[in-house]
């Protein structure tokens, strides 16, 4: 579904005239099976976060390809990278990142306004979705209403609406209790086996990681050795 071949990156600090590159991402290769739960696991600073911008298309590598499902995505300019990740991407972030001036279903709703469907259309698509994620009577609710897990439940949901393969979550539960992040990495393990969606994740959290298929662990923006297992 996804495979990285030999991705670098780096950014640059310093005065401008005196900028030095600081690399990022070093030699990194790997790959995510269609259907897998795939966890990176790394300490703050690691390259976790920039990796998954790569991979979704918001940063270029400096150098390697990123292909995706057949399609050499590293080489989109950012139109046609913005339209691919509207159509085969979904995004879950640790704050959720919803528009506060916008209810339950009108947040779940945005992507498909982007993608120019239809009202009837979207309408009935988010009333099924959800009552599929529990969030029925905090439809009309907007986001300083809910709760934390509510609001992680709009983002899931968000992501969900368009149908993409590919869903990318960035510390999904990193803002929410522990009771509340089960119960949203159920869901997360639900939807995989549902509904075959992939999961890339990106955690500092050993918890977390243990529900994916495969788990690799970064360091200093290198795949750690022996830090691909499968998980039971």
Same mark, same amino acid.
């Given at each position: 579904?996804?495979?990285?071949?030999?991705?670098?990156?780096?950014?640059?600090?310093?005065?401008?005239?005196?900028?030095?590159?600081?690399?990022?991402?070093?030699?990194?290769?790997?790959?995510?099976?269609?259907?897998?739960?795939?966890?990176?696991?790394?300490?703050?600073?690691?390259?976790?976060?920039?990796?998954?911008?790569?991979?979704?298309?918001?940063?270029?590598?400096?150098?390697?390809?990123?292909?995706?499902?057949?399609?050499?995505?590293?080489?989109?300019?950012?139109?046609?990278?913005?339209?691919?990740?509207?159509?085969?991407?979904?995004?879950?972030?640790?704050?959720?990142?919803?528009?506060?001036?916008?209810?339950?279903?009108?947040?779940?709703?945005?992507?498909?306004?982007?993608?120019?469907?239809?009202?009837?259309?979207?309408?009935?698509?988010?009333?099924?979705? @959800?009552?599929?994620?529990?969030?029925?009577?905090?439809?009309?609710?907007?986001?300083?209403?809910?709760?934390?897990?509510?609001?992680?439940?709009?983002?899931?949901?968000?992501?969900?609406?368009?149908?993409?393969?590919?869903?990318?979550?960035?510390?999904?539960?990193?803002?929410?209790?522990?009771?509340?992040?089960?119960?949203? @990495?159920?869901?997360?393990?639900?939807?995989?086996?549902?509904?075959?969606?992939?999961?890339?994740?990106?955690?500092?959290?050993?918890?977390?990681?243990?529900?994916?298929?495969?788990?690799?662990?970064?360091?200093?923006?290198?795949?750690?050795?022996?830090?691909?297992?499968?998980?039971?």
């Amino acid at each position: 579904m996804i495979t990285a071949q030999h991705i670098q990156h780096s950014f640059k600090i310093g005065k401008k005239g005196k900028e030095r590159p600081v690399p990022v991402l070093k030699d990194l290769s790997f790959h995510v099976e269609k259907g897998a739960i795939v966890s990176i696991v790394g300490r703050s600073g690691s390259g976790k976060s920039t990796l998954l911008h790569i991979l979704a298309g918001f940063l270029k590598p400096d150098s390697g390809t990123i292909t995706v499902d057949g399609t050499v995505t590293s080489d989109f300019n950012e139109t046609d990278s913005a339209a691919f990740r509207l159509d085969r991407f979904g995004f879950i972030f640790q704050n959720f990142q919803l528009m506060p001036g916008l209810t339950t279903f009108e947040n779940i709703e945005l992507p498909l306004k982007l993608k120019g469907i239809s009202r009837t259309v979207r309408k009935a698509e988010v009333n099924e979705l @959800l009552q599929q994620v529990g969030l029925q009577e905090v439809r009309d609710h907007y986001p300083n209403e809910l709760s934390g897990g509510q609001q992680q439940r709009v983002s899931i949901a968000r992501a969900l609406i368009t149908n993409p393969p590919v869903i990318f979550a960035d510390e999904p539960t990193g803002s929410l209790d522990s009771e509340t992040e089960q119960e949203i @990495l159920a869901l997360i393990r639900s939807l995989n086996r549902t509904r075959g969606i992939t999961f890339v994740i990106i955690t500092h959290d050993d918890e977390v990681a243990a529900i994916a298929d495969t788990i690799y662990h970064m360091h200093d923006g290198v795949l750690a050795a022996g830090g691909v297992h499968h998980a039971g």
